[in-house]
């Protein structure tokens, strides 16, 4: 069974630019959330997404947004980044919405802002 | 409200040694705990979970936690370290979304 597939996995962007990471769930997962992992700040959540549906969002600027497809596929955009935009974003994947849920992360996307 | 403290953001521990990651919570209602382990530029594997069975956890590569409620503590404990488990390591809550400690970095010494 195919894990969490993040692409691309390294990016680099200019200051002002946009951005899109991309996210596919293990088959069958219809829940999809996305961190923010920075040295300073640790794992910091974004947003989930479930059956298309955003059901919860972290404390960050509408720059970041995201969206799921019929399939589960998820994105995530990041519009006029910032240098401090730069971080490993990761996308967890779940079967179903639930606290004792586990998670299936992937490898990440590693995004520097330059 | 929900929150984990992991104490130390670095440890270090001689190969054969007991490992020993410290986790405290607090949570408003009955707490589902994880802990997750991250290997360089990989993204964060389960090692173990509590959602109200067992205190006693037993999770992969060796590694178990014990709830304990009265010191609203979850720490992961290894008896013999290997090389192989140097890694970050991350306690979480979960409750609307799961929430993550700052993590602790294992190094392990030969």
């Known amino acids: 069974k195919a894990g969490v597939t993040q692409t691309p996995r390294y990016l680099i962007k200019t200051r002002g630019q946009q951005v899109t990471l991309s996210c596919s769930p293990i088959?069958?997962?219809?829940?999809v959330s996305w961190y923010q992992q920075t040295p300073g700040q640790g794992l910091q959540f974004l947003f989930e997404?479930?059956?298309?549906?955003?059901?919860n969002k972290g404390n960050f600027p509408g720059r970041f947004s995201g969206r799921q497809f019929s399939n589960s596929r998820s994105e995530m955009n990041v519009s006029t980044l910032e240098l401090g935009d730069s971080a490993l974003y990761l996308c967890?994947?779940?079967?179903?919405?639930?606290?004792?849920?586990?998670?299936?992360f992937g490898q990440g996307t590693r995004l520097t802002v330059v | 409200a929900q929150s984990v403290t992991q104490l130390g953001s670095h440890v270090s521990v001689s190969e054969g040694a007991l490992v020993l990651l410290r986790c405290n919570y607090s949570?408003?209602?009955?707490?589902?705990l994880f802990w997750y382990v991250q290997y360089p530029n990989q993204g964060l594997q389960l090692l173990l979970k509590y959602t109200s069975a067992a205190t006693l956890v037993k999770g992969i590569n060796g590694f178990e936690a014990e709830f304990k409620k009265s010191e609203t503590s979850f720490h992961l404990t290894k008896p013999s370290a290997h090389m192989s488990d140097a890694a970050e390591y991350f306690c979480?809550?979960?409750?609307?979304?799961?929430?993550f400690g700052k993590g602790t970095r294992l190094h392990i010494l030969p």
């Open positions: 088959s069958g997962h219809r829940s």
């Open positions: 949570s408003s209602v009955p707490p589902y």
């Open positions: 967890a994947s779940s079967l179903v919405q639930g606290r004792d849920t586990e998670a299936f």
């Open positions: 979480a809550v979960s409750g609307d979304k799961i929430i």
């Open positions: 997404y479930f059956s298309e549906t955003q059901r």
